[in-house]
């Protein structure tokens, strides 16, 4: 078979009009709010955002949601509808230089200036704060658009005066008609070329853009330039995608709630779930060692005693795939991320710690009693350090009842869980009758 770069080489002239130097993608961005796919939750009608549009009170607002999903092309449609003037700025290349040019020219204007950021999240907190005075007296009309979650990267003062629309990824059937659109578009799309493209090709690239309408047209067009014969196939359309596209950035907010439902999915026992959401991050490419930190905290905050083999498989993981590295890691990431989720449950190390602290907090006295006190320095005896203290180990059971605690502090920190090996631990307590844990054979006093 003939290279896709060669193919694509091969067809020089494919694409032809005026805007046939625009990748697809731009070309076939929606001209209305009708055309506009998917988002229904917000912009059907009736709902919120539909309305502030259709009756010009939209206001200051941010778009939040994943790459692919239409932020921007919404937010220009927005601004397009309330019929004031607008500008865009990128906050990836444009400063506050830019920001004042832009104010002055509202001011010079006399008129509201809609004003939409993209990537709003890229500014500083410097940056932000220089664009709320204007914000709160109504020159500028700002519409943010990002992919990070704006309660963290957007500063609260500013937040305080948008209105938040969060927008999700496509669904695949939304995906397919935006391909089936630039297919069929004649003036914009890929119409004039007479393609013909499988019905199993166009289900992979609808399923595997991950809900992003910008790759999927991206990876159509290549497909499209490679086609002999303009037949794209199944094998073309894999070809031109080249690995499985997975919306995943380290620094956005997916990484986060990836991490999420993978914690949760061991923590609530679910195997197939938390190797899928391990298999997402390996994938893209995740840091292993931000993966092998998590599982060593959740080895101790949700398997904990019920299985103390835990933390020595997390740990012995973490330390493996330092050694072994990428891809060979993923197989172990897998059988302790398994080993994990399998595991019985206890979260009562979390819950002691977190009930000692709180006593402390509280004013609990926090004195070592004298007879706990080290000993081992002259004059130690004298004030009465290690006076009356007990040694366990020359009582039966190696346990005897007395003060561990400061004087005046009473409260049961640990309360064991009934699941594994932790249910089979007894705990002798001073206001318990004694009941020792007996040695194994071979193990005398």
């Not at 997390?314 to 795939?321: C, N």
């Amino acid at each position: 078979m003939i290279p896709m770069a060669e193919r694509m080489r091969a067809q020089p002239g494919l694409f032809s009009g005026p805007s046939a130097d625009l990748p697809l993608a731009a070309r076939m961005r929606p001209r209305s709010l009708d055309e506009l796919v998917g988002q229904r939750a917000i912009l059907a009608p009736g709902q919120p955002l539909r309305r502030a549009v259709e009756s010009g009170q939209t206001g200051s607002l941010v778009l939040w949601g994943p790459p692919g999903s239409g932020k921007t092309t919404l937010a220009r449609l927005i601004a397009q509808a309330s019929g004031a003037h607008w500008e865009g700025v990128s906050a990836v290349t444009e400063g506050l230089a830019d920001l004042k040019q832009v104010v002055a020219r509202a001011r010079a204007g006399g008129g509201r200036t809609i004003l939409i950021v993209d990537e709003i999240h890229r500014w500083s907190k410097s940056q932000q704060a220089a664009l709320l005075p204007h914000v709160e007296e109504g020159l500028i009309t700002l519409i943010g658009v990002t992919s990070e979650n704006p309660y963290f990267d957007i500063i609260a003062p500013l937040r305080s005066r948008l209105r938040i629309f969060r927008l999700e990824g496509l669904e695949p059937a939304d995906v397919r008609l935006i391909l089936e659109r630039a297919l069929a578009d004649q003036e914009r799309g890929l119409g004039a070329l007479d393609l013909s493209i499988d019905e199993d090709a166009l289900d992979l690239l609808a399923t595997t853009a991950a809900g992003d309408a910008r790759t999927a047209l991206n990876v159509l067009e290549a497909a499209a330039r490679a086609a002999p014969a303009r037949q794209v196939t199944t094998e073309i359309v894999r070809e031109a995608m080249q690995a499985r596209q997975v919306r995943y950035d380290r620094q956005a907010d997916d990484h986060y709630q990836t991490i999420s439902a993978f914690i949760k999915s061991i923590r609530g026992s679910d195997p197939d779930a938390a190797i899928f959401w391990l298999a997402k991050m390996v994938v893209a490419g995740e840091d292993v060692r931000f993966i092998t930190r998590r599982l060593l905290i959740l080895a101790s905050e949700d398997v904990g005693n019920a299985e103390p083999q835990a933390l020595v498989v997390a740990q012995a993981a973490a330390q493996a795939v330092e050694v072994v590295g990428y891809p060979e890691a993923e197989l172990i990431l897998a059988q302790a991320t398994l080993y994990l989720a399998l595991a019985p449950k206890s979260n009562s190390a979390l819950r002691a710690i977190n009930a000692a602290k709180a006593a402390i907090e509280r004013g609990a006295n926090t004195e070592v009693p004298l007879h706990l006190r080290n000993a081992s320095f002259g004059g130690a005896h004298g004030l009465g350090y290690g006076r009356d203290y007990r040694y366990p180990h020359d009582h039966p059971g190696h346990w005897i009842a007395q003060q561990y605690l400061p004087d005046g502090v009473a409260e049961r920190f640990y309360e064991p869980s009934d699941q594994g090996w932790e249910a089979t631990r007894p705990i002798p307590r001073p206001d318990l009758p004694p009941t020792p844990s007996p040695l194994p054979e071979g193990k005398g006093h």
